[in-house]
């Protein structure tokens, strides 16, 4: 399953930088192999760290560009949180879910509840609004941060 994740997502991202006239490369390869294989909501600087690993010649512009080329795409969310540096997440082939933030030591919890999903739903429908996404951020302290 993940391999076909991977491969699809490869697909639609290769598409996308075709449309609008860039070059498949190496490293761009890389980057999406590496961010779909890291924990999630990864900064740019980590990615960077993991890619100087494989690929050393690699820039951190690079990989800022090509975060921003997947978010554009709908394969990645950009979560930014305050003045908190913002985090990325891979959005191709995972269940829609929201997320509980720390705000002492900044982790991020996914929850998912399908009564808010509904709430969510009725809310727009009541108010004749068709929703086309949505986040849902709840800030608090984290069990461990208590």
């Known amino acids: 399953m993940e391999h076909m994740i991977k491969h699809t997502a490869k697909d639609i991202f290769r598409n996308y930088i075709q449309e609008k006239g860039l070059r498949n490369t190496r490293q761009r390869e890389a980057i999406l192999d590496v961010f779909f294989s890291a924990d999630k909501h990864i900064t740019v600087e980590e990615l960077f760290n993991k890619m100087k690993i ?3 010649e690699i820039g951190y512009a690079t990989v800022h560009r090509n975060l921003s080329l997947l978010c554009e795409c709908g394969l990645a969310d950009e979560i ?28 991020f919890i996914e929850v998912s ?26 800030f608090g302290i984290c069990r461990e941060c208590k």
Do not use: M, W
């Not at 930014?80 to 982790?107: S, V």
């Not at 009564?115 to 609004?129: P, T």
């Open 54 to 56: 494989t690929v050393p």
């Open 80 to 107: 930014k949180i305050g003045k908190q540096k913002a985090r990325y997440e891979p959005k191709f082939g995972q269940e829609h879910h929201d997320h509980l933030i720390c705000i002492k030591c900044g982790k």
């Open 113 to 138: 509840d399908s009564k808010i999903e509904k709430l969510q739903n009725k809310l727009a429908e009541a108010n004749d609004f068709i929703p086309v996404k949505h986040t849902l951020e709840i």
